[in-house]
């Protein structure tokens, strides 16, 4: 018998639309900067600082929504949320480090506010606190109380809300969405979960906090602990040679996440660098946005991908008038540390008439994924393919 889900987050509490405070820190016009209530931190009642707007259409009609997740030394950014209410969305950006934006000099600083919660240092350098003291527990909380909040407004059709996150963001969009199942999508960029695998500081950060640490992380506040339980569809978009999330782990997120969610998908581009700006410049995440909760269309879905005889074969579906153009293989002969992998690429066969891409696959290749350019420009990715060593006949998805 499968023991009952438990997860430290009292989601009854965190469903009601939280109190929101003026706030006299000034945006752009149409952007309104206010306070909401957070949960209390160290016996202390906390506020979080956000950005909101509302498009245009709202005035006659409810609207889709996005909540926005910022990362690491990141905060509310308000051209953020622009982003989004030029595209028809209403859309809520706050800050999860107990800051408040000032661009009073030109570039946007972080001040501390008078009433904040937890502030993040270093990677769960506070996983011996107890849970609720924790400050990824309390930026998970803050994020669905946005998205409660978001839901409370009369023009946000609170069916169509969906979240996103940027680095640290992603991996509390991605925790988030194995907790929150009232969003209609979901899109971590750059982050992910299984980050106790990673090659490189994450993966360090697990095996120096101690084995009893490391799988109270794992058990509670790492994405993977929930990610089996996503509901919703989701775009997992990252780049090649990302420094802090190599592609075992966000593959591996992928996947785990899919739980057969047909619009679900992935998109690894070749070079894209590592920022919020260029974090939130693919036009696959709002095309795919579009397509869950306004009537879009569908970016371009790849099936499982398999391997036989030495060669890669993916099927492919698509909308009409959005063929693919281009397929590509990339593939690396050494995947012993993901975070050196070194790829190379070859072009793919495209057969229109049965929808399959196919591809010789290169004797070196230890590991391979696919992807498909359309005719919109925007690129698909299967999950990474890590082939058996035994005669590279076999293969195994991350």
């Not at 209530?37 to 202390?44: D, I, M, R």
């Not at 910022?70 to 308000?78: I, K, S, V």
């Not at 008078?114 to 350098?125: L, Y």
Request: net charge negative; with cysteine; aromatic share 10%.
């Amino acid at each position: 018998m499968n023991k009952p889900f438990l997860s430290p987050w009292n989601m009854e509490q965190l469903h009601r639309s939280p109190r929101i405070y003026p706030s006299d820190v000034n945006a752009a016009s149409g952007i309104h900067s206010i306070f909401y209530e957070g949960l209390p931190f160290q016996g202390k009642a906390t506020r979080i600082f956000a950005h909101y707007g509302l498009p245009e259409a709202a005035v006659h009609e409810k609207v889709p929504a996005i909540v926005l997740v910022h990362g690491g030394g990141g905060t509310a950014y308000e051209e953020w949320v622009s982003l989004w209410t030029s595209r028809g969305y209403a859309a809520i950006a706050m800050d999860l480090e107990g800051h408040i934006p000032d661009k009073s000099e030109g570039t946007t600083k972080r001040l501390v506010h008078t009433m904040p919660g937890p502030s993040r240092e270093g990677i769960f350098v506070d996983c011996d606190e107890p849970v609720e003291e924790q400050w990824m527990y309390h930026a998970a909380a803050n994020v669905m109380l946005a998205h409660s909040l978001l839901r409370s407004m009369p023009s946000v059709d609170p069916q169509r809300i969906g979240i996103t996150g940027i680095s640290w963001g992603g991996i509390v969009a991605s925790l988030v969405a194995g907790i929150d199942n009232r969003f209609a999508f979901g899109i971590p960029v750059y982050g992910c979960g299984f980050l106790y695998e990673a090659h490189n500081e994450w993966g360090q950060r697990f095996v120096d906090m101690g084995e009893a640490s490391a799988e109270s992380v794992k058990r509670l506040t790492e994405p993977s602990a929930y990610l089996s339980r996503v509901t919703m569809p989701m775009l997992w978009v990252n780049w090649l040679c990302d420094p802090h999330f190599g592609m075992n782990i966000f593959s591996k997120s992928y996947t785990l996440a899919k739980n057969g969610i047909e619009q679900s998908g992935l998109c690894i581009y070749p070079r894209l660098g590592h920022s919020h700006p260029l974090g939130w410049k693919p036009d696959e995440i709002y095309a795919f946005a579009d397509s869950i909760v306004r009537g879009g269309k569908p970016l371009l879905r790849l099936g499982e991908p398999s391997e036989k005889d030495g060669a890669a074969f993916v099927d492919y579906s698509s909308a009409e008038g959005n063929e693919p153009l281009h397929a590509e293989l990339y593939y690396t002969a050494n995947c012993d540390n993901w975070q050196l992998c070194e790829w190379a690429t070859a072009d793919c066969t495209l057969n229109r008439s049965d929808n399959r891409v196919s591809i010789r696959l290169p004797q070196d290749a230890k590991a391979f994924f696919i992807n498909v350019r359309d005719s919109r420009g925007h690129t698909s990715s299967t999950p990474v393919i890590v082939r058996s060593p035994r005669l590279h006949a076999d293969s195994g998805t991350l």
